[in-house]
Structures are given as structure tokens and as C-alpha cells.
């Protein structure tokens, strides 16, 4: 039965259409369900669906209040089938799509008792077509009540009919056009693929990150092929378009598009077609259930009866480290094919997961082929890097040497610099219609050269630190500071002929809004663009504190007090100099970093001054609906700064709220695509080479909101493990932008015909911020999968003891769970680890350097915090007090450090 009030709804809607618009038919009425927990709509005349949701919940993952204005033909809806097919190999695809030209389907007799409604497509598609499509909507019973999609394809023609391409759309409520944000919050939501053949799924999660979400998974054997976007009228809601991402289609089948449109991708699974003889029937379909939350997700595909697989720590390998691969099926594991990639140890009595540890000289993508004894097969994907210290050395090298711009005559004063890098051509982008990505400014224009100075703070080297030192103050200071009211210009790159002697390409359009003039460039209001210098800044001052022997320009005040300054210029006094200064900034994390340092060096003044300043924004926005303001009418990047401030000052709601938004657009799934993948898909318009609206893979998003979830982590680890690996996944992901060479893209590109880098640096820097400020070691013991490191390698368990080799990129922190401890050196390396958990007592080796091109320490400061606890209760043995921390000396090279209970 429909619930009264959307029915209501509906017939209101309709009422103000015409026949002509009304192609779904809505007019006709609709067919209500309620079964378990699941309830919502079928739209009569078409037999698409029109609702969906909890029956404890009036949240609709559907756009079903928009649902009249998307009634005409070429909107999908989920029901709708498209197809490829042909009667002979040699002859074209015929292309199909039952979305084009709907007429009312015919409805089929109901026999059995599980059918909801059951329908002939013959009226909408075309009527030559040598194929009987019927669909169904079932009610599935099981451990789970389950909403089912049935097709049943039958070859009526009298020779083979080849299947090419077979997709069933997934079009949820992902519409944020004419929302106001708290109408965006509380009706959206968000679609994400793990497309592992039979046991792929789509979990669709609120834009809240609370409640229900829905899991949809296989019905039968319905492989998940690849994820393909669906092309549609942008009509009146801007489709593909910052506000309306658009949709996508599950495919069952897509050799006929990998042979024509895909043909220069490398495809995530291999393209299949199915061939159907005289008079065959092909039955496929999906399965729409309701999880509890987004935690329960895994639990509910699992009991669908769908082979489910959890990588620990995720699915970016580093050469030097292993992953471990739980599997979870009804059925057992026939065999596992990592094509080459990985040796493997298989289970054992002492351990119930396969260890995958790459294969020398291995690197970029992999893929690993389960087949299960019950016939289905499953496909997890890897990255496979460099170790990640090695990493962090080829991208350090690359960007101070192949981008790095000496160009002294230049008008724009942008020399020296590191600047973006075009890898498509192997020249740095020293022009672009886009001017801040020549600019040096905004995300497009810094992220080669944030990228390079955080990476100092990681990893110091003296020849890159020598230029980076030089481009502070050679350029930096003077041309996108251009004077001493620390105020950061847009871009010191503009486009005006008739201000500069410079040979501007002629091919490019120089016509739009993009192509700033010098007035324009040099305007200093942009808030965003003073994050950038403030961690350059504060990069170097950490290098010049703690390795003192190396030479710099300034003294460790000098770049403190400028990263001080820079903040306090945009963000004190109500943020009254810069626009946006009052919403989250990308990368502000690095705000914290610096107020702990002011206080650790007794800078009481500056620290209560900036203190205040992040009090006033951090107070607004707890009274905000809807705290994630932006430049965009939907954001993926205010997150991370309004949960730390409002976590510092102990505002729960507030806090807690981001937090649940960023779990909403960051999933975790069997694929280092998509695990950790914080929600993007207009930035490759701003900061890219290839300009789309696309679902961006690993943006600089990805990194930063790993920042909020860490630390959530860490604030409350017990049960918490959902939280650690989304997190851990989305920190590990800057590690994949980068090349053998050391390159680094700002994203990879998600549609099938693509699936490769973008040719740009661009905006990459932010997404390196977040991997440098959150690279962590994690050692915990959980229920389920018992002791786990995210970070390292367990090399040793004896008696109460764990030995860990951290494996992460910095090798500078390392929490322990069961203790609720973190530990962080500011200086050097960690070797090893060693957690007594009888004594509670942890034992560190701490070398020199991490890389043997990285500057070595003379000593370290070890510091300790115990997250969401009153008091610390922990001391390093044998060290002096300085910095809020204990210093130790490292008078060979290396020094074994005692941390124990006082």
C-alpha cells in the first residue's frame, strides 16, 4: 500500500503535467510494498521504481521528490536496461536502452507468490528487436528481506544472438541542484561501486552518515563488469554538472563498449559478452536490501549470500610490506590468481587469512581472482607502490629537478619555483587559460610545490631543501607576498597582453572567466590560498628545529612566526581580510600543528591569539545547520577543518556531525580505487589537464579527510576498527598518484574509456598534506580478526610481546590501541616497535633518517599523548624534558628509547 502522504505527493506533482512530459506515466498510479524492513513505490504504467527506504525510516535513497520532473524519455530510473547486441561477430552493435522511448510495459500474469509485479518491455524497445526482455520485482526471503530485480532475456530469433553489453542503471538521489544545504543533507545521497564481478555491490549511503543505507548486490549470476556513467540531457537540474554528478549503470557485460569507446583503457575486469542460442532464456538481476548503518554495509552484503573480502590494512601494498586478505563466502575458495603480482601464504590452522606480499620489481595495479568451489568468481584490486619512503624520494627529487623553474626573465616573477607538471609533455605548465595553475596559487597552482616542502617535514634532503628554502624567499616572499601585510595574491600568473612582454599561446581560449587579468590575480581575499604558504612555512621550521646542522636562509623563529602571521593575517578579526574565511580551508590540519607548536615553544602571545581566532570560527559553526560551507554548493573538503576546531573546543554535536559526513562519501571497498576515496567529481575542471565532470580517484580530498577519521580513531579505537580502515585507506591514497619517476597526478581518471592519470600535478599538494600529517603506525587487537597492524609488518610475537617493522611513508608515529597511546618523534625514523601488553610498556628503535638521501638527526623529541584520556600516564625513560616532550640523543645513528606507566 503507498504510504498516504506520498501519494499525496505524487498526485499533486503529476497533476501539472502534460501527457507529453509525463513519459514515465506517473499518472497511472504507482504500486506500494512493505516487506521486512524495506518499503517504497513502483511506478505502475513503466515498472520502474519510484521509492525506496526503510520501513523505520522516512529517508528515500530515491529521488523520488523530484520524481515528476524526471519522467521524460532519456532519464534512467532504476528498472531500466540497456544493451548491445548482435546476430553474427561480424555484424555492428545494435545499442538498446529501454529509457529512449517508454511506452506503458505490458504486465506479465503473477504465479508465483514472491512476484510483486512482472511486466513484457516489448511497447519500449524497439520493434524489430529479436529479443523478449520481461522484468520483474520480487520479494526475496532469507536471512535478509530483500527487494529483487529480475530480467529474463530470451534469444527469439532463429540463429545465436550475441549479448556485448548488458547494464542495469543505478540512479539514486544524488541531485544537490536548487537544495539549500540542509535540504541537500537531509534528501541526498551517495552511490559507490566495488565492482568485483559476482561479489560486487553499490552501497548507497545518506549524505548525513547516520541511519540506514542501502546495499545493492547480486541476484543470481549478475557479474559486475565495470561501472559505466550513463550520458542524459542536462535538462533543468545541470546534469553532470557540480551539482548532479548524473549516473551510473552496473554492467553485466562490456566487451562491446571495451572494443569501440574503450579501447585505450586498461578495463578493471576482464570485458565479457554472452552469447544466447535459439530460444534461450538469460535470467540476471540485483537485490536491493537496507543495512543498519554504514557500518553494517559489510554484514549485509555477506548475508545476501554474496562473497565479501576486507583487506588489512586496505589495498595500497608499498613493495616492502604485505597485505592481509579476509574472505568471507558460503562456499570455499577453489583458487586464488594474483596474475604474477604477489607471492602468497594460504590460510592455515594458526591464521585465517591469505598474506599477499608483491613480487620484486612489481608495481601500479593489480589484480587478485578468487574463484570460490560454488562457481562465483570475485576480483579485489591492489596498488602496488615503491616502499613508501622510496616513494616520498622519487616525488621530492622529481619536483625539485624536472619541475623545478629557473626562468629568471620571466615577467610574473615565478623564478625559482617548483611548479606544475604537464606529464603528457614532460614540460612544467609555465602557462594555462587557467591562470592560477601557472600561478602558483589556489589548489591547481601550489600542489607541486606544498607537495615538495611537506615532503621536507617528512623526509629532509638538503638539495631540495636548498631550493625550496630559495623559493620561500625568492618568491614566496616578494612576488605572491608582495609585501609585508602577509597577504597571498590568487595567482602571480594573469593573462594581460598589453602589461607584459610574453609569448601567450595563441591556441588557447584566453576568453573566459578563468583567464584573470593582473588586478584580478593579484587580489588577496581568497581564503583558501593562504593555507599553502602557512605549511610551507611550517614545514621549514620544522626542519630548521630539529636538524639544526642544515643551513637555511632563516632561523626556525623566522619561518614559525611567518606561518603565524600569514594565518592570523587571513583568519583574525572575523576573517574580515579574506572571503571564505569562515568555513573549513583544505588542509587547515596543519593550523593545529601549528598552535602545538607555539605552545611547545612558548610562544604564549601567538598561541592564544590564533587560539582565539580558530575559538570565533569554531563557535559559528556550531551553530550551523549545516557547517561545510564552500565555494561550491556541495563540498568534500570543509570536513576536515571544522571537525578539528570543534573537536579541539569540545563541541560534540558539531564534531560528531562531520565526522558522519565524511564517513557518508568515503566507503571502504575491496578496491584501492574507491577505499578511502573521499567523494570529488568536479575538480579536474580547476586543476587538471583532462577537463570533465568525472568521479575523481583519489583526489586531494581523499588524503585530507583521512585526517578527521584517524583521529576519531584514536579518540575512541575500541570497536572502532570501520573508522581505522576507511581512514587508513584514505591516507595511504596519495602513495598511487605518484609515478615510478616521482611524479604525482592530481587524480586518476574513473570513467572506463579512461582509467588512467591525468597528465597534470595540479591540485595533488593538499592530498600530500593530509599522507604527511596522518601517516601513522596502528597496532591493535580486535575481536573479530584478532592482533593487526595498519602501517607495518608484525616481524615477531613472542609471549606478551609484538615486534612491528613500520612500513608507512613517514615513520615518525605510531599509536597502540589497546593503551589508548600515541608516540611521535619529531625527528628520524622508526625502526621497530615493541609492545609488551602484559606491562603495557613499549620499546622503540629510533634511527637517523628513513632514506639514505634524507638529512640525518643528531637527536629527536619523543612525544606522548593518549587521545580522549585525561592524563598521559606514560614517560620515556632516560630523556630531558623540551618541547612538551623528551629529547634523546642519537650519538650513533640510532638510539633504543623505554616508554613505560609512571
Not at 295 to 314: C, D, N
Not at 391 to 420: C, I, K, Q
Not at 522 to 531: C, E, K, L, Q, S
Request: hydrophobic fraction near 40%; charge should be negative.
Amino acid at each position: 500500500m503507498i504510504p498516504l502522504l506520498q501519494a499525496i505527493s505524487l498526485l499533486s506533482a503529476c497533476a501539472t503535467l502534460t501527457t507529453a512530459q509525463d513519459n514515465l506515466g506517473l499518472g497511472n498510479g504507482s504500486i506500494g510494498f512493505r516487506f521486512g524492513n524495506i518499503q517504497g513505490e513502483i511506478v505502475k504504467a513503466s515498472q520502474t521504481l519510484a521509492s525506496l527506504n526503510s520501513t523505520t525510516s522516512d529517508f528515500d535513497f530515491l529521488p523520488f521528490d523530484l520524481l515528476p520532473r524526471l519522467a521524460a524519455n532519456g532519464v534512467h530510473h532504476i528498472g531500466d536496461v540497456t544493451f548491445r547486441y548482435r546476430e553474427s561477430s561480424a555484424a555492428q552493435w545494435i545499442s538498446v536502452d529501454s529509457a529512449t522511448s517508454r511506452k506503458p510495459v505490458i504486465p506479465v500474469n503473477i504465479s508465483a507468490l514472491d512476484v510483486l509485479s512482472a511486466a513484457d518491455l516489448k511497447a519500449s524497445l524497439p520493434a524489430d528487436l529479436p529479443l523478449k526482455v520481461t522484468r520483474e520485482w520480487l520479494q526475496i526471503k532469507g536471512s535478509i528481506s530483500s527487494l529483487g530485480l529480475r530480467f529474463n532475456i530470451t534469444n527469439t530469433a532463429g540463429s545465436e544472438i550475441e549479448l556485448g553489453s548488458l547494464g542495469l542503471p543505478i540512479s539514486i538521489n544524488n541531485i544537490f541542484t536548487g537544495r539549500t544545504a540542509e535540504k541537500t543533507q537531509e534528501l541526498c545521497s551517495l552511490a559507490d561501486p566495488y565492482i568485483g564481478l559476482d561479489a560486487g555491490y553499490v552501497r548507497v549511503s545518506h549524505l548525513l552518515g547516520a541511519g540506514n543505507a542501502l546495499v545493492i548486490t547480486p541476484l543470481g549470476a549478475t557479474r559486475f563488469e565495470a561501472w559505466r556513467f550513463l550520458k542524459e540531457a542536462q535538462g533543468n537540474f545541470g546534469y553532470q554538472s557540480q551539482t548532479f554528478e548524473g549516473n551510473y549503470e552496473w554492467q553485466i557485460h562490456s566487451s562491446a563498449y571495451a572494443e569501440k569507446e574503450w579501447r585505450g583503457s586498461e578495463p578493471w575486469n576482464t570485458p565479457t559478452s554472452k552469447v544466447l542460442s535459439v530460444g534461450e532464456t538469460y535470467s540476471i538481476g540485483l537485490q536491493f536490501s537496507v543495512a543498519e548503518n554504514l557500518q553494517g554495509i559489510e554484514e549485509t552484503v555477506s548475508q545476501t549470500g554474496t562473497p565479501l573480502a576486507v583487506g588489512v590494512p586496505g589495498y595500497v601494498v608499498p613493495a616492502d610490506s604485505s597485505a592481509r586478505l579476509y574472505l568471507n563466502h558460503s562456499s570455499a575458495v577453489q583458487s586464488l590468481d594474483t596474475g604474477g603480482a604477489f607471492t602468497v601464504t594460504v590460510p592455515s590452522a594458526s591464521r585465517d587469512f591469505y598474506q599477499l606480499s608483491p613480487v620484486a620489481s612489481t608495481w601500479g595495479r593489480a589484480r587478485v581472482t578468487i574463484t570460490y568451489e560454488d562457481g562465483k568468481t570475485q576480483t579485489v584490486h591492489y596498488y602496488i607502490t615503491k616502499s613508501a619512503p622510496a616513494a616520498l624520494s622519487d616525488l621530492g627529487n622529481f619536483f625539485t629537478t624536472s619541475a623545478y623553474y629557473t626562468e629568471t626573465s620571466d615577467p610574473f616573477a615565478r623564478a625559482p619555483s617548483v611548479m606544475g607538471y604537464d606529464r603528457e609533455t614532460n614540460k612544467i605548465v609555465d602557462q594555462d587559460p587557467r591562470v592560477w595553475i601557472a600561478g602558483l596559487s589556489d589548489e591547481g597552482g601550489t600542489g607541486a610545490y606544498l607537495a615538495t616542502a611537506m615532503k621536507q617535514f617528512a623526509q629532509p634532503n638538503s638539495d631540495e631543501l636548498s631550493k625550496i628554502d630559495d623559493f620561500v624567499h625568492d618568491t614566496l616572499v616578494g612576488t605572491l607576498q608582495r609585501d609585508e601585510s602577509f597577504g597571498v595574491s590568487a595567482s602571480a600568473f594573469f593573462y594581460e597582453p598589453t602589461a607584459v612582454d610574453y609569448p601567450y599561446n595563441p591556441a588557447f581560449d584566453w576568453s573566459t572567466w578563468a583567464s584573470w587579468n593582473r588586478e584580478r590575480a593579484y587580489t588577496t581575499r581568497r581564503a583558501y590560498n593562504y593555507i599553502h604558504p602557512v605549511a610551507t612555512y611550517w614545514s621549514l621550521y620544522r626542519v630548521a628545529r630539529d636538524y639544526p646542522e642544515q643551513e637555511l636562509r632563516s632561523s626556525w623563529e623566522w619561518y614559525l612566526n611567518r606561518a603565524f602571521n600569514t594565518t592570523q593575517y587571513c583568519l583574525s578579526d572575523h576573517a574580515e581580510n579574506c572571503d571564505y574565511g569562515l568555513v573549513g580551508l583544505m588542509g587547515e590540519w596543519v593550523l593545529g600543528e601549528l598552535l602545538l607548536d607555539l605552545q611547545r615553544e612558548n610562544m604564549t602571545a601567538q598561541a592564544s591569539t590564533l587560539e582565539e581566532s580558530m575559538r570565533y570560527r569554531a563557535e559559528l559553526w556550531d551553530t550551523q545547520a549545516v557547517p561545510f560551507g564552500s565555494e561550491m554548493a556541495w563540498d568534500s573538503t570543509g570536513q576536515e577543518g571544522v571537525y578539528f576546531w570543534t573537536r579541539y573546543f569540545n563541541l560534540p554535536e558539531t564534531f560528531t556531525k562531520a565526522l558522519n559526513s565524511v564517513l557518508a562519501y568515503t566507503p571502504t571497498v575491496a578496491h584501492w580505487g574507491w577505499n578511502g576515496n573521499a567523494r570529488r567529481y568536479w575538480d579536474f575542471v580547476y586543476g587538471a589537464k583532462i577537463q570533465q565532470i568525472e568521479r575523481q580517484i583519489h583526489h586531494y580530498g581523499s588524503g585530507l579527510n583521512s585526517l578527521p577519521l584517524l583521529h576519531a580513531y584514536e579518540h575512541g579505537p575500541t570497536g572502532n576498527l570501520y573508522t581505522l580502515r576507511v581512514g587508513y585507506g584514505a591516507n595511504t591514497a596519495p602513495l598511487t598518484n605518484i609515478d615510478q619517476d616521482g611524479f604525482a597526478s592530481a587524480a586518476f581518471h574513473s570513467y572506463p574509456e579512461m582509467l588512467k592519470w591525468d597528465p597534470y600535478s595540479g591540485d595533488y599538494g593538499p592530498g600530500f598534506l593530509g599522507l604527511a600529517l596522518g601517516q601513522t603506525t596502528y597496532i591493535v587487537s580486535d575481536e573479530r580478526y584478532g592482533d593487526l597492524v595498519f602501517g607495518g609488518d608484525v616481524v615477531a610475537s613472542n609471549g606478551s610481546a609484538i615486534t612491528v617493522t613500520p612500513r608507512d611513508a613517514v615513520r615518525r608515529r605510531v599509536f597502540i590501541a589497546a593503551v589508548e597511546l600515541k608516540i611521535e618523534i619529531s625527528a628520524g625514523a622508526l625502526q621497530t616497535v615493541v609492545y609488551d601488553k602484559q606491562e603495557q610498556s613499549v620499546l622503540l628503535d629510533i634511527a637517523d633518517a628513513v632514506v639514505d638521501d634524507a638529512l640525518k638527526a643528531k637527536s629527536t623529541v619523543v612525544w606522548l599523548s593518549r587521545p580522549g584520556q585525561d592524563a598521559i600516564g606514560y614517560q620515556v625513560k632516560d630523556g630531558k624534558l623540551q618541547r612538551g616532550g623528551w629529547t634523546v640523543d642519537l650519538p650513533d645513528g640510532n638510539a633504543v628509547v623505554s616508554i613505560a606507566r609512571t
